[in-house]
């Protein structure tokens, strides 16, 4: 789901207010998935090991999905077999 959200244009939008959400929810790490309580904090955040090592990962090629693991384990599309003529 966020490696979706990595590969939409970015925008200067602005967060939805939500109170429920440290800092309001207006300081995000879209990279991590984690809200901050502020903007200094979540600079803090940009610089660490763990931010980095993430934003590696989100770079490179695209997670498997449930579909690659399913050819990968022989489950593939169905094989109907050839369509008959109805007369």
């Not at 789901?1 to 590969?7: C, G, H, R």
Request: net charge positive.
């Amino acid at each position: 789901m966020v490696y979706d959200e990595l590969k939409k244009p970015e925008g200067t939008k602005s967060l939805p207010v939500d109170e429920d959400l440290p800092g309001m929810g207006q300081y995000y790490c879209l990279h991590c998935d984690r809200y901050f309580a502020n903007v200094a904090i979540r600079d803090e955040h940009f610089k660490t090991k763990r931010h980095k090592k993430r934003v590696k990962i989100m770079t490179g090629p695209a997670p498997h999905t449930q579909l690659d693991a399913d050819l990968a384990g022989g489950m593939g599309m169905p094989d109907n077999g050839p369509k008959l003529m109805s007369m």
